[in-house]
């Protein structure tokens, strides 16, 4: 599990860009919003977690095809289902993987873009909360539906239109829990529905992934 | 009588909806041509809402029905996994449009009432947004089911889908409740409470109730009726499949 681990994290740092791309997404979204909406900082400060739930969202959904499509295409994905690891544990460490190598990062990411979206102070706290709560369950939801789609050419809208409704309670109480603590207001309703989400969807999909992927090795 | 299992057997599945279906789809027609009429021309206007309560005989219904096309295809898929029924997958796989098609039937007789009852076409209120995303839920399907080749395996990854989406299609409605309190009005035509007579809130007048319900049932029947059709021309086109499968190796 640790090799593959490994192996998945080399491979996204090496081959150009599977890293950086969702950072570099999420940096665009965070500077493009300004000019959208206009550079009033009363405004932004208001949208500005909302703002940086959708950017991780969709930074993360934008990396989702490459979670199984390399190794389809070289067919190790083939040698992993016939390993002596279980095909559950396999998409676990992949979705652990695409969570090391975008959703943590964005995490991390998010304070600084919330600078320059002039995020009031209180917010910090419940945005960095809500998003290393929420983007475990985005990874976890992509894989599966990365599984979904992996034997498809060109999945990569079909992976998009079948995650997006997916993602919506995820993004609903991640987004709710920041604006509430930048509000002020309490946050422990959603805060526990999020992590409640989060937990059930580790628990649950990694099984359905791996039942989906043994019907698309089929 | 055997067991309904029987009729998984798609040759006695074809002899039987042959019968069947003329007389489900006449009565359709039937009842939503009464229904409309009735509700359109005999009822009498709203004293608060004016003649445009009447787009309530086909709002009603299609969100019914868009509702319960999922639960079908629920049901369906269930099948399905546990006996393998390859008709069960068929009938899943042609009930999804029809429930898209209600769905956005819904959507769009829900805005040309709101336009001049809230002064707005679209709300961000739970009960029309959880609509759009059952929507979207209901694209993605169809989607799924066009993009894979093999048919058994599009039967199973579309089940499997059915069944999560599902999950979480429950989950997206209590989680944009909790996101915004909604404008539209709560279940005023079928409830708990008007059944056991304790209900004592505002609901539909029986003058509308009438031919509302017929125009329920009509709806239902219409449902029925294009989703057999379209599982016989799935099973058809699966046979058609065959013969030349059939004849390419010969």
Known sequence: MKALLLRDLKLSFRSGGGFGLGLAFFLIVAILVPFGVGPENDLLSKIAAGVLWLGALLACLLSLDRIFALDWEDGSLDLLATSPLPLEAVCAVKALAHWLTTGLPLTLAAPILGLLLSLPESGYVWLITSLLLGTPALSVIGTFGAALTVGIKRGGLLLSLLVLPLYVPTLIFGAEVARRGTEGLAVNGPLALLAGISLAVIAILPFVSALVLRINLR | ?250
């Open chain 2, 1 to 250: 009588m055997a067991s309904i299992w029987e009729y998984a057997n798609p040759v006695k599945f074809m002899r039987l909806t042959d019968r069947v279906m003329p007389v489900v789809a006449v009565a359709a027609g039937l009842c939503m041509v009464i229904g409309i009429f009735w509700g359109f021309f005999l009822t009498p206007d709203d004293f608060r809402q004016g003649s445009t309560v009447k787009i309530i005989y086909l709002h009603v219904p299609s969100a019914l029905v868009a509702i319960n096309a999922w639960f079908v295809m629920l049901v369906a898929s269930l099948v399905w996994f546990i006996r393998r029924h390859h008709v069960s997958a068929l009938v899943a796989k042609a009930a999804a449009p029809v429930g898209a098609v209600m769905t956005m039937i819904a959507l769009v007789t829900g805005a040309i009432w709101g336009e001049p009852m809230w002064g707005t076409w679209w709300v961000w209120d739970p009960r029309l947004t959880s609509f759009l995303i059952l929507f979207l839920f209901y694209l993605g399907y169809i989607a799924l089911w066009e993009a894979i080749e093999s048919p058994d395996t599009a039967a199973d990854l579309t089940a499997v889908l059915c069944l999560v989406g599902t999950v979480f299609a429950v989950l997206s409605r209590y989680a944009v409740n909790f996101w915004n309190q909604g404008l539209h009005q709560g279940a005023s035509v079928l409830r708990a409470g008007a059944v056991t007579g304790t209900d004592t809130e505002e609901k539909v007048s029986n003058v509308f109730a009438v031919p509302l319900f017929i125009c329920i049932a009509g709806f239902i029947l219409f449902f029925l009726a294009l989703t057999l059709l379209r599982t016989r021309t799935e099973i058809r086109k699966r046979r058609t499949a065959a013969l030349i499968a059939r004849e390419q190796l010969a």
